[in-house]
Structure formats: structure tokens, C-alpha cells
T-cell receptor
Framework: GNSVTQMEGPVTLSEEAFLTINCTYTATGYPSLFWYVQYPGEGLQLLLKATKADDKGSNKGFEATYRKETTSFHLEKGSVQVSDSAVYFCALSLRNQGGKLIFGQGTELSVKP | DGGITQSPKYLFRKEGQNVTLSCEQNLNHDAMYWYRQDPGQGLRLIYYSQIVNDFQKGDIAEGYSVSREKKESFPLTVTSAQKNPTAFYLC?????????????FGDGTRLSIL
């Protein structure tokens, strides 16, 4: 079936450290891929997206590249800030299936000053 | 500002009681979704609707019901048949039913059992 797997959290980093959160997927067909961020007590906010192979999504210093050959969409940021502390979700949607999202389990990031 | 409004923010249910969670959007989106989030887990789809007066079951629809009488509104009822309703419920909408465009989320309703 279709699924998304993220690296286990929590991830704890010092400010200005490099961040990688791994995300791999299994899907029939060609999904669109998304990263969402959730701050405590809030809903999800779109961080970035990619809709086809080799696309790179970027926003607020975060980047992820759609790798069809490795079925991956890893999230990276060169220098994290305390304000980046949140839970990050990788998700996919399949075309012509009502736009439903399939989520990974989420990765909690904690950035220390 | 356009967005999705969920209410109430916190809700308590007694045993055997049905409760209804509200979700309203002013984004003029056709598609709307309900997800359930449990601690340490991703979101799971309960129901979705691509157009007014039509909706589909998601992965965990048992014990829940929805209606879509207006484009702007997609209320979720948690019935007494849902034996483990304590969770964080998120409503979302999207302009796109194909899957290329992102979903916009409300701030959620936290449901607890008394």
C-alpha cells in the first residue's frame, strides 16, 4: 500500500546546526510530496512541496528534493534556529484520489540555544 | 483574512454522548477533510468531501459521521460508537481535488472524555 516513513524523533540540535530529517515513501503512481510543520497546540502549516521528480521545494531556509530513484524527500536546513522547534510531517498525495494526504508519523525537532 | 476556523478549541464528551465539531472555511475551496491525530503519530483520514452533498469515508471512519450541506462547512460528529474518541481533530481544505495543491489546516479541536 501507500505509506510514508520518517526518521524517529525527537531530534535535538544546537542553534546553527545542520538539520536533516529523512523521509521515504511507497506509492503506486507518481505522488506529490509535502512537508508540513506543526507548532504546539496548532494545526499544520505547509512548509514546502514538490510535484514531480527532481523538483526542489524550498521555504524559510528549508529544502527538500523529490528523488524518484530513492523514493525519498529528505528535509534539510543549513542553520537551525530555536524558533524552528516544532514537529515536522512528511506527506504524499496521489493524483485523482480526492487529494487525500498520507502522513508519516512526524519528527519532533528541539533546537537549543 | 481567509482561512479555516474550527470550534470549539477544547471539547469534553460524556459516555454515550454524541458531539459535533465545527469546521468553516472562507477560502472557496471545494475539497474538505477531517483528520485525527494521536500523540506521537501522524494524521489519519476520517472523512473527506470533494463537493457539496457528497463525501467519502477515509481510513478510520467507524464511529464518525459528517455532512456537507454548504461549501463552507464540513461538521464532524463523533458518535457514541467511537470507543476511543480522545484525540486532536484537524480539519483541512484544498482548492485541488487532484492532489497537486497543498491542504490548508485549521487550528484543531482537542476532544477528551469525562
Amino acid at each position: 500500500g501507500n505509506s510514508v516513513t520518517q526518521m524517529e524523533g525527537p531530534v535535538t540540535l544546537s542553534e546553527e546546526a545542520f538539520l536533516t530529517i529523512n523521509c521515504t515513501y511507497t506509492a503506486t503512481g507518481y505522488p506529490s510530496l509535502f512537508w508540513y510543520v506543526q507548532y504546539p497546540g496548532e494545526g499544520l502549516q505547509l512548509l514546502l512541496k514538490a510535484t514531480k521528480a527532481d523538483d526542489k521545494g524550498s521555504n524559510k531556509g528549508f529544502e527538500a528534493t523529490y528523488r524518484k530513484e530513492t523514493t525519498s524527500f529528505h528535509l534539510e536546513k543549513g542553520s537551525v534556529q530555536v524558533s524552528d522547534s516544532a514537529v515536522y510531517f512528511c506527506a504524499l498525495s496521489l493524483r485523482n484520489q480526492g487529494g487525500k494526504l498520507i502522513f508519516g508519523q512526524g519528527t519532533e525537532l528541539s533546537v537549543k540555544p | 483574512d481567509g482561512g479555516i476556523t474550527q470550534s470549539p478549541k477544547y471539547l469534553f464528551r460524556k459516555e454515550g454522548q454524541n458531539v459535533t465539531l465545527s469546521c468553516e472555511q472562507n477560502l472557496n475551496h471545494d475539497a474538505m477533510y477531517w483528520y485525527r491525530q494521536d500523540p506521537g503519530q501522524g494524521l489519519r483520514l476520517i472523512y473527506y468531501s470533494q463537493i457539496v452533498n457528497d463525501f467519502q469515508k477515509g481510513d478510520i471512519a467507524e464511529g464518525y459521521s459528517v455532512s456537507r450541506e454548504k461549501k463552507e462547512s464540513f461538521p464532524l460528529t463523533v458518535t457514541s460508537a467511537q470507543k476511543n474518541p480522545t484525540a486532536f481533530y484537524l480539519c483541512a481544505s484544498s482548492i485541488d481535488q487532484i492532489g497537486n495543491q497543498p491542504q490548508h489546516f485549521g487550528d484543531g479541536t482537542r476532544l477528551s472524555i469525562l
